[in-house]
């Protein structure tokens, strides 16, 4: 019984820890960065090795090392950015606006995210992003839709998104559909201090109803 009841405490925790969508101004954690500095306009049409471990996968084009471009009403990215970003950054090109540009991780992460904007046509409001985490077997882990709008006379704007769970239990990241811009990709493989004191919290409890039941 006190196994049983062992194992439920640990399970409330690690229920209770799950992650929640990222959405955020800035980035909310801290971790390995790419920031697309080192690239210089490169078209990719599949994939490409960012290093970090980490492929980028692309069912279209995109440009790696991008300085400017044009989001219509969100505004303008330039290479001179801001606290959040600065210098060259991922841009797609998608030619029917539909595909998706992805991250591939060597070594799973537990919490992953970057900055991001997209292209908004005049008057739009409805030019949903997808955001997606994967696990090892490219199955969908946690997803979410998020409209990002700023200012139309605005630069380098946007949101940081992504997800924070549990485990390292993230392999893939992508967003999908529409024309974006991305830059300062955060990955992290270590559980926030909050997880652990959870688990902590879970054990705790097992512990006091086990010495109820002997008492």
């Known amino acids: 019984m006190q196994t049983k009841l062992f194992a ?6 690690s229920v ?3 992650a929640a969508p990222v959405i955020a101004d800035s980035a909310t954690f801290t971790g390995d960065v790419i920031t697309f500095n080192e690239f210089d306009g490169q078209t990719v049409a599949s994939s490409l090795d960012l290093g970090h471990g980490v492929t980028l996968t692309t069912t279209s084009n995109a440009i790696v ?22 210098g060259g950054f991922l841009a797609s090109a ?7 540009v992805g991250f591939s991780f060597a070594n799973p992460v ?28 490219g199955y969908v882990l946690e997803s979410f839709s998020v409209h990002i709008d700023t ?6 704007e946007g949101k940081f998104l992504g997800f924070k769970r549990a485990k390292a239990d993230i392999y ?9 811009v991305i830059d300062n990709v955060v990955t992290s493989a270590v559980p926030e201090p909050g997880t652990w004191g959870l688990v902590l919290a879970g054990l705790g409890v097992a512990g006091f109803v086990a010495r109820r039941r002997q008492a």
């Open 8 to 13: 439920a405490a640990l399970l409330a925790a």
């Open 16 to 18: 209770s820890a799950q």
């Open 65 to 86: 090392g991008q300085y400017a471009q044009d989001l219509g009403d969100n505004g303008l990215w330039s290479v001179v950015g801001n606290a959040n970003r600065d």
């Open 94 to 100: 998608f030619v029917n606006k539909h595909g998706e």
């Open 110 to 137: 537990s919490s992953v995210g970057a900055f991001v904007n997209q292209f908004q046509a005049s008057g739009k409001t409805n030019n949903n992003l997808l955001v997606v985490a994967y696990d090892i077997d």
């Open 151 to 156: 200012d139309a006379f605005g630069y380098d």
């Open 172 to 180: 893939g990241f992508g967003f999908v559909d529409g024309s974006m």
